[in-house]
T-cell receptor, first 113, second 107 residues
């Protein structure tokens, strides 16, 4: 157990809908990262937050947004969902950023029908 | 620019054979290199990082700054080593992951 929690574990929804994925980092970790892992692709970095501020952006679609709250938990919002958004979404946290070890959550499996 | 290259998508070896998973990086400063492992699409876990110089589950990795490489090695592959392996580079503010190599150990 890494200490990073993600809810829900599984999510099944329809195209065009909007969902929110939640991540609670390890106690004391200030950075949160979001990744998408599709069946046919590796790990795609989406976005990183550090102490409430956005620090880095990867291949995140405009339909997706995220935020980190004062208690350091983070939410990833996915809207106007498409079939291709079906994937595993991982959250990771680290104490600081850059050169720190990342601790990954168990992921949320999103299925868009 | 910060870049990590894992040239092999899939590496198949027989049980007991040596394993080498390749990782090359590009970074202008002093990097921190990591190997993460993912079993059966579960959460990624840190396998090792170069600064700790540890051997975990028989795996080792040496940072070669001249060749800008951080290859992962194990002298004798075990079936339980079958997994997805990601090399990652930690820079000043961000972390870059490679595309991953799937290791398949054939019994």
């Amino acid at each position: 157990d890494s200490g990073v929690t993600q809810t829900p574990k599984h999510l099944i929804t329809a195209t065009g809908q909007r969902v929110t994925l939640r991540c609670s980092p390890r106690s004391g970790d200030l950075s949160v990262y979001w990744y998408q892992q599709s069946l046919d692709q590796g790990l795609q970095f989406l976005i990183q937050y550090y102490n409430g501020e956005e620090r880095a952006k990867g291949n995140i679609l405009e339909r997706f947004s995220a935020q980190q709250f004062p208690d350091l938990h983070s939410e990833l919002n996915l809207s106007s969902l498409e079939l291709g958004d079906s994937a595993l979404y991982f959250c990771a946290s680290s104490v600081l950023q850059g050169k720190d070890t990342q601790y990954f959550g168990p992921g949320t499996r999103l299925t868009v029908l | 620019a910060q870049r990590v290259t894992q040239p092999e998508k899939l590496l198949s070896v027989f049980k007991g054979a040596p394993v080498e998973l390749k990782c090359n990086y590009s970074y202008s400063g002093s990097p921190e290199l990591f190997w993460y492992v993912q079993y059966s699409r579960q959460r990624l876990q840190l396998l090792l990082r170069h600064i700790s110089r540890e051997s975990i589950k028989g795996f080792t990795a040496d940072l070669n700054k001249g060749e800008t490489s951080f290859h992962l090695k194990k002298p004798f592959a075990q079936e339980e080593d079958s997994a997805m392996y990601y090399c990652a580079l930690g820079g000043y503010q961000k972390v870059t992951f490679g595309t991953g190599t799937k290791l398949q150990v054939i019994p």
